[in-house]
C-alpha cells in the first residue's frame, strides 16, 4: 500500500509503454478533478491528484478483505491494425484481461487504442465500422459508458492534442467512479459494523481499521478534510468506549517500550501501529499516539499548524492524567520526558512549514507565535520539575508553581521504590547530569518564548518568562543580570496593578540591590512594595519602612513616587475669612497608610488656571501620623480667579511623593481664589481725567494693605495684539495715606528699568500708591487686557501680586464746536451730547483759553448737575478776542473741560458701597470684587438708567437663585449658601432704590473729567452786509417797489499780511441773496462777483417787491469766496429782520356762512347777507 497515490496499473502485452510513457507522465498529475459522491455529500473539488503507474500483474494475489483498496484504475494499452488479427487473437487477450479485471471489486477499467501518426481514427463507409478501433469499441463498451480511448503514439498536435485530453477526462472519470464505489461500500461495511456494537463478539480495533480505510482512501484522493472527520469520529468513538470502560481490545496501557519517553507523537511510522490494531494487542498508549499522529498528519497536509499546535497542548493535558494513573510501571520521570518531547516534536514539525505561511500571510506569524510559545513554555516546565527534583533549582516560587503537590506528599508517605530505569531523552539526561547545561537549555527555551509571545503581542505572558530567567538568575547569585531583568520588567506589572506577582519579583529584586550597594534602586524597590502593602504582613510593612527611613537621605538624587497608595489626599476648601486665617489657605487632608509616622520636609500644592498660569500653596516641617492629617497651605503668590487644583508635592529628603489630580476620568476640583485682604492689592484703570489729542495713559492704583513695604517692582505686561506700554526713565507716582485722603498726595518720581519694571518706593501700611503709565493702542479698540504683575518685600518675604485686567476706555460725551465770527469777537458755541445709551451727569464745564484766544465772558454757572440724555444736547456758549501778539502759525485751540458721571457708574458704585457694606458686617468682604463683578453681569446689565434720570428711582430685577449659584459653584457649601443667602437677602432690601439712597451711600462718588482741544480760527475772510432800504420812513404796500441798496465791508480786523497782499484771484468773491418768492419779489443782480479788499465798502443797487401783507423776513444774504482755497464768513446785518407790509386798500370783504342747527320749515327760504364789494 502506498498510501499517497492513486494506484493505476497498465497491462502492455504489445509492447506500446515505451513509446507512450512519456507523453501520459507528462500530464500528471491529473488536476480539477470534480467528484459528485452518490451519498448526500456535498460536492468535492480535487485541484491534483497524484498518480502511481504500475505494470498489471496477472499473479498478483488478493488482498485481504479489510485492507484498504489503492487500485482505481486498470489500463489496457493496445496496438493492432489488421482486423483478422483483432479477430482472432486480440480480443481474446482483452476479454481475458477485463474477466480478470472483473473479479476484483470496486475497481475501474480503460482499453487505450495506441495507433500510429498516419493511422486513420475510422473509416465509415455506408455505416459499416471497418477499423480496429471501432471493433473494439463496439465489442467492450457497456451501455452508455465508453470504455475505449484513442491515442496516438507521436501526436503532431503536441500537449494540446484532443485525443490525449479525451484520454485524460476518461481517467478523470474512472478513477472518480471507482472511488465513489468504494466510499460507499467502506461506509456501508461500517455503518453495519457500528449497529452491532452492543452485540457480542464486536470489536473495535476491527471498526477502526474499517473506518481508517475510509479515511486513507479520502487521504489518497486529496481529501484531507474529510480524512480528518473520519479520524476525528474515531477519536469520540474511542472516547465513548474509554468512558463505557469497554478496553478489553487493547492489551494494557503501554509506554513501556524504550523510547516510548521521547518518541516523535507525530510519527505514525515509529511502529507498525495497523498491524498491532489488526491483531488487537495495541496499548493505549500507542493507540493514542497512532491517532493524534495521523490526525496531524491530515493538518499537515492542510497546512493547518495552528491547529496542530492547539490540539497537540490539549492531547498533551489531556493524556497526562492518565500517564500518571501508570507511572509505577513507567521509567523514572517519564511524564516530564514524554511532556518536553511532545511539545519539542510539535514545534520542530510545524516549523518549516510556518515559515512558508508567513511569508504568504502576514497575520499568520502573531496566531502560530501564540500556540507555539505556549508549548515551549509547556517544554520548559518539565525543566523546572526535573530541576527541582535533582537540586538544581531550589522548592521556591516560580519554579515549585507547577509541581504536583499532592502527588509529592503521596509519594513522600510511601516506600522508595525499585529503580525502573532512567528516561532515555538525551538533552534532558545531559541537563539532569550538569548544571550548565540545564541552565543552557533553561535559557534557550524561555528566549525562544519570549521571543515567540512579543510576536504575538502577548507581553504579560513575556512578562512571567523573564521573572523565571531573573529567578533563575539570584538562584545562581548573579545578581546584576537579575536585578537588570527584575527592574526592566518589574514597572510592567505596576501597571497591570499585580500587587501580589510584583510583590514576590520585588523582594528578590530589593535583596540582590541591598547586596550590590545600589542604594537608590534599593530605596525605589522599597517604595514599591510599601505600595503594595496589603499584600505583606505588618512586620513586613514595618521592617522595610525603617529600612526606607534610614537610607532615604543617602539618595545621589531625586526619586519620585506617586501618593496612592501610601498616601491619600483630599483638597477640602479654600478658607479666607480674615477672623480664620492671616492670609488665604488651603485645606487639604492626607491619610497616611503606612505604619509609622513620616516626616516631610516640604508639601506644596500647585494650581492652574489663567493668569497667573500656576499658583503654589506650600507648608514645611511637619509629621504626618498613620491616619488622617489636617493640613494648611498658604501661598506666596496673591491672585483672584477660577483656579484648577493640579498636582501635590511632598518631599522627604530627596524622595518626592506627587499626586496628578488631572487624571483622565478623574473630576477636575476647581477653587475659587480671591486676593489676600490684608496684603498689597493694585487695580489698573482708566485714569480720572483724560485729554483728547493727547497721548493716553493708565492709571495704576495700589493699596499697600496692612504691611509695611520695603520695595518692589511692577510689571505691566499687554495681553493683546496692538496695545503697547512705552518706556520711559521716569514715571509720575502720587503717594497718599488712606486716612488722610483731605490732604495733598506727596508727588513722586519712579524709575523704569529696560525690562520694563517700574521700582516702587518704600510704603507704609494703608497707603495707596498710584500710578500714571503712558501706552499706545488701537483707537478702534475700546477694551484693553493687562495682565499686572508686582513682586514687593514685606516682613522679610518675598510675595507676589498677579492680577488681570480688563481696561474700559470710554469716552461718554461727544462734542461739537461753531465758530461765529463777529467784527471784534467771535462766539463759540459748544455742543455737548451722549455718545451711547446711558445718561450722564455733567457736573462742571469750563473752557481754557489758549495762546490766541482769551475768555472774555461766558455762563456765570460752572458747577451743574444737569442730566443729559441720549439724543439731548447740551449748549455752552462762550465770547472769544484775540489777543493782540497772535502767532499766526500756529494753530490756536482753546480746551473745553466736562467734568461728568454717568448714571450707570453713580447706581453701581452706590450698590456697590452697600453690597459690601453687607458683607463686611458678615465677614465676607474678601468676596467682594468677585460677587459684585457677577451680580453686576447678571442682575445690573438690564437697569434701565433713562427712567432712572427721569424718575429717580432704580428698580432692581427679581432675584434668581439658580443664575447666582451658577457663578459660586467652586465654593465649598458651606460659603456659598452663606453667599447665596446674603446676596438674596440684598435684592429683597433694595428692591427700589431712590436717588437719595444712592447719594447717601456714595457721598463722595468717583468723578470723570474729559478735556476736548477745540480749534478756532484766527484768521478769516469776514464781510458785513447790510441790506439798506432807501426810505426807511415810508410804509410799505403790497405790489409797490421797495429801492434798496446792499452794502457790503471787508472787515480788517481778521485779516493777515499774507492774505493782503494776495493776487486778483484771492480777493474775488460773490454775494447771494436768498429771496424767498413766495414773499419778496426781487429785481437787480441776485448774484454778482465783486472784488473786495479789507477796509472797502460796497454798494449794490437792488428793488424788492413784496407778495404779502404782515412782517415779512428780508432775504438773506451771503458772501462767499470765489477760491475753495480761502475760506470766508459774512456777518449779515439784517439777519432775522422783519419789515411790516400793509395792503393797499382799507376796506376787506369777509365770506360767512352761518351752519343750521335745526330743520327748517319747508316754506323757510335761507339767505346770506348782502356783502359789497369794494370798488
Not at 459522491?37 to 478483505?65: A, C, G, K
Not at 537540586?391 to 508553581?401: C, G, M, N
Not at 504579560?460 to 531573573?470: F, M, N, R, S, Y
Not at 535583596?511 to 534602586?521: A, E, M, P, V
Request: aromatic share 10%; charged share 25%.
Amino acid at each position: 500500500m502506498n498510501g499517497r497515490k492513486v494506484t493505476v496499473t497498465y497491462c502492455d502485452e504489445f509492447d506500446v509503454w515505451p513509446l507512450v510513457a512519456n507523453d501520459l507522465s507528462s500530464r500528471l498529475p491529473l488536476r480539477n478533478l470534480q467528484w459528485h459522491p452518490s451519498s448526500q455529500r456535498s460536492e468535492r473539488f480535487i485541484p491534483s491528484l497524484e498518480v502511481d503507474l504500475q505494470r498489471f500483474n496477472f499473479d498478483q494475489v488478493p488482498l485481504p478483505l479489510l485492507a484498504a483498496h489503492t487500485t482505481y484504475l486498470n489500463l489496457y494499452f493496445v496496438n493492432c491494425d489488421d482486423n483478422d488479427a483483432y479477430k482472432n487473437k486480440v480480443k481474446k487477450q482483452i476479454k481475458t484481461w477485463v474477466d480478470l479485471i472483473g473479479t476484483k471489486k470496486n475497481q475501474e477499467w480503460l482499453i487505450v487504442y495506441v495507433a500510429g501518426q498516419d493511422t486513420k481514427r475510422s473509416n465509415n463507409y455506408l455505416g459499416l465500422k471497418t477499423t480496429v478501433f471501432d471493433k473494439i469499441r463496439a465489442d467492450f463498451s457497456q451501455g452508455k459508458r465508453d470504455r475505449c480511448a484513442y491515442i496516438r503514439i507521436v501526436d503532431p498536435d503536441g500537449p494540446s492534442s484532443e485525443l490525449w485530453g479525451g484520454f485524460i477526462e476518461k481517467m478523470k472519470e474512472s478513477i472518480l467512479a471507482s472511488f465513489d464505489m468504494q466510499v460507499l461500500q467502506i461506509q456501508e461495511d461500517a455503518r453495519r459494523l457500528d449497529l452491532q456494537r452492543n452485540m457480542p463478539g464486536w470489536n473495535y480495533c476491527t471498526f477502526f481499521i474499517l473506518k481508517e480505510g475510509l479515511a486513507q482512501a479520502f487521504e489518497i484522493m486529496s481529501l484531507y478534510e474529510d480524512a480528518l472527520i473520519q479520524y476525528d469520529e474515531l477519536e469520540a468513538s474511542f472516547f465513548q468506549v474509554l468512558r463505557d470502560k469497554a478496553l478489553a481490545w487493547f492489551g494494557h496501557f503501554g509506554a513501556t517500550d524504550p523510547g516510548d519517553d521521547c518518541g516523535n507523537i507525530m510519527d505514525f511510522k515509529r511502529k507498525d501501529y495497523r498491524e498491532l490494531i489488526n491483531k488487537n494487542v495495541i496499548s493505549v498508549f500507542d493507540f493514542r499516539c497512532y491517532l493524534f499522529a495521523r490526525q496531524t498528519r491530515m493538518l499537515l497536509k492542510l497546512q493547518r499548524t495552528i491547529e496542530i499546535c492547539k490540539r497537540g497542548q490539549l492531547f498533551i493535558s489531556s493524556f497526562i492524567p492518565a500517564i500518571r494513573e501508570n507511572e509505577d510501571v513507567l521509567v523514572d520521570n517519564f511524564v516530564e520526558s514524554w511532556v518536553f518531547s511532545a511539545c519539542m516534536n510539535i514545534v520542530n514539525e510545524c516549523e518549516p512549514l510556518s515559515t512558508n505561511l508567513s511569508a504568504a500571510d502576514p497575520n499568520f506569524i502573531a496566531l502560530y507565535s501564540a500556540v507555539k510559545a505556549d508549548l515551549l513554555l509547556t517544554a520548559r516546565r518539565q525543566l523546572d520539575k526535573l530541576g527541582i527534583k535533582h537540586k538544581h533549582l531550589p522548592v521556591t516560587e516560580p519554579f515549585s508553581i507547577f509541581l504536583d503537590t499532592k502527588l509529592n506528599d503521596d509519594t513522600a508517605k510511601s516506600p522508595p521504590a525499585k529503580p525502573k530505569g532512567p528516561m532515555t531523552n538525551e538533552k534532558l539526561l545531559e541537563a539532569i547530569n550538569s548544571v550548565e547545561a540545564f541552565d543552557k537549555m533553561y535559557m534557550a527555551l524561555s528566549t525562544r518564548a519570549i521571543k515567540s509571545y512579543d510576536a504575538c503581542h502577548r507581553p504579560k505572558a513575556a512578562l512571567t518568562v523573564h521573572g523565571d530567567i531573573a529567578a533563575l538568575k539570584y538562584t545562581r547569585d548573579k545578581l546584576d543580570e537579575a536585578v537588570r531583568i527584575y527592574e526592566s520588567m518589574i514597572w510592567r506589572y505596576d501597571e497591570q496593578e499585580w500587587g501580589s506577582i510584583e510583590n514576590s519579583l520585588l523582594i528578590k529584586c530589593a535583596d540582590s540591590q541591598q547586596r550590590l550597594g545600589k542604594t537608590d534602586q534599593y530605596i525605589e524597590s522599597l517604595l514599591t512594595l510599601l505600595k503594595n502593602a496589603k499584600w505583606l504582613s505588618k512586620d513586613e510593612a514595618t521592617r522595610y519602612m525603617e529600612d526606607l527611613l534610614s537610607n532615604v537621605h543617602k539618595l545621589d538624587s531625586d526619586i519620585r513616587r506617586a501618593f496612592s497608595p501610601m498616601f491619600g489626599i483630599t483638597v477640602v476648601s479654600i478658607i479666607d475669612e480674615q477672623s480664620t486665617v492671616e492670609s488665604s489657605s488651603v485645606e487639604i487632608c492626607i491619610e497616611n497608610h503606612l505604619p509609622k509616622s513620616l516626616h516631610c520636609d516640604n508639601l506644596c500644592l500647585r494650581l492652574v488656571g489663567n493668569d497667573p498660569e500656576q499658583v503654589w500653596f506650600d507648608t514645611k516641617d511637619l509629621d504626618l501620623a498613620p491616619g488622617k492629617n489636617k493640613i494648611y497651605l498658604t501661598s506666596k503668590t496673591s491672585t483672584s480667579g477660577n483656579y484648577v487644583v493640579e498636582a501635590c508635592e511632598m518631599h522627604v529628603g530627596k524622595l518626592v511623593f506627587m499626586h496628578n489630580f488631572m487624571k483622565d476620568g478623574q473630576k477636575k476640583r476647581i477653587l475659587r481664589l480671591n486676593h489676600d485682604m490684608n496684603r498689597l492689592q493694585a487695580t489698573v484703570c482708566q485714569p480720572d481725567q483724560i485729554c483728547l489729542g493727547e497721548r493716553q495713559q493708565l492709571a495704576v492704583r495700589i493699596s499697600t494693605g496692612k504691611k509695611h513695604i520695603t520695595g518692589g517692582k511692577v510689571l505691566l505686561e499687554p495681553q493683546m495684539e496692538g496695545f503697547a506700554l512705552l518706556k520711559t526713565e521716569k514715571v509720575s507716582a502720587t503717594l497718599r495715606g488712606c486716612e488722610d485722603e483731605e490732604d495733598a498726595p506727596r508727588t513722586l518720581e519712579l524709575d523704569m528699568l529696560e525690562s520694563g519694571e517700574i521700582v516702587l518706593p518704600e510704603c507704609e501700611p494703608n497707603q495707596t500708591l498710584g500710578l500714571l503709565v503712558e501706552y499706545e493702542g488701537s483707537y478702534t479698540e475700546f477694551e484693553y487686557r493687562i495682565k499686572t504683575t508686582i513682586t514687593y518685600e514685606s516682613e522679610g518675604n518675598t510675595r507676589e501680586f498677579v492680577s488681570a485686567h480688563s481696561i474700559h476706555v470710554t469716552v461718554p460725551l461727544v462734542v461739537t464746536e461753531t465758530s461765529i465770527f463777529r467784527e471784534t469777537c467771535v462766539f463759540l458755541k459748544v455742543d455737548v451730547s451722549c455718545n451711547g445709551d446711558h445718561p450722564v451727569r455733567i457736573l462742571e464745564s469750563k473752557l481754557f483759553p489758549s495762546k490766541s484766544y482769551v475768555v472774555e465772558s461766558s455762563s456765570a454757572v460752572e458747577q451743574w448737575d444737569l442730566t443729559l440724555f441720549p439724543k439731548q444736547v447740551a449748549t455752552f456758549v462762550y465770547k472769544l478776542v484775540k489777543r493782540d501778539d497772535v502767532d499766526h502759525d500756529l494753530k490756536p485751540k482753546v480746551r473745553f473741560y466736562a467734568k461728568y458721571h454717568t448714571l450707570k457708574d453713580e447706581v453701581e458704585a452706590s450698590i456697590g458701597a452697600m453690597l459690601e457694606r453687607k458683607l463686611q458686617k458678615h465677614h465676607a468682604s474678601q468676596h467682594f470684587t468677585y460677587v459684585f463683578s457677577k451680580v453686576k453681569e447678571a442682575f445690573l446689565s438690564s437697569i434701565d438708567y433713562v427712567s432712572y434720570g427721569l424718575t429717580d428711582v432704580v428698580h432692581l430685577e427679581d432675584f434668581d437663585a439658580e443664575l447666582c449659584e451658577s457663578f459660586l459653584l467652586n465654593r465649598d457649601l458651606k460659603t456659598k449658601v452663606e453667599l447665596l443667602d446674603l446676596i438674596e437677602e440684598f435684592f429683597e432690601e433694595h428692591e427700589a432704590i431712590t436717588v437719595r439712597t444712592i447719594k447717601d451711600n456714595s457721598p463722595k462718588p468717583r468723578t470723570n473729567a474729559i478735556i476736548f482741544p477745540l480749534e478756532v480760527p484766527i484768521s478769516k475772510v469776514l464781510h458785513t452786509a447790510e441790506l439798506v432800504l432807501t426810505n426807511p420812513a415810508k410804509e410799505l404796500l403790497v405790489s409797490e417797489r421797495c429801492p434798496c441798496t446792499l452794502r457790503i465791508k471787508q472787515s480788517a480786523d481778521w485779516s493777515t499780511a499774507e492774505m493782503n497782499g494776495a493776487g486778483p484771484s484771492h480777493n474775488e468773491f460773490y454775494y447771494d441773496i436768498d429771496v424767498d418768492y413766495d414773499n419778496w419779489l426781487l429785481s437787480g443782480k441776485r448774484r454778482l462777483r465783486f472784488t473786495s479788499k479789507p477796509g472797502h465798502v460796497f454798494e449794490f443797487p437792488v428793488d424788492l417787491v413784496p407778495l404779502k401783507t404782515g412782517n415779512l423776513l428780508l432775504p438773506c444774504v451771503r458772501v462767499s469766496a470765489n477760491s475753495a482755497n480761502i475760506s470766508a464768513a459774512t456777518f449779515y446785518v439784517n439777519s432775522a429782520q422783519q419789515i411790516l407790509v400793509r395792503a393797499k386798500s382799507k376796506t376787506a370783504t369777509f365770506f360767512v356762512e352761518q351752519q343750521q342747527r335745526f330743520l327748517q320749515p319747508q316754506n323757510t327760504t335761507a339767505y346770506a347777507p348782502d356783502i359789497s364789494t369794494p370798488s
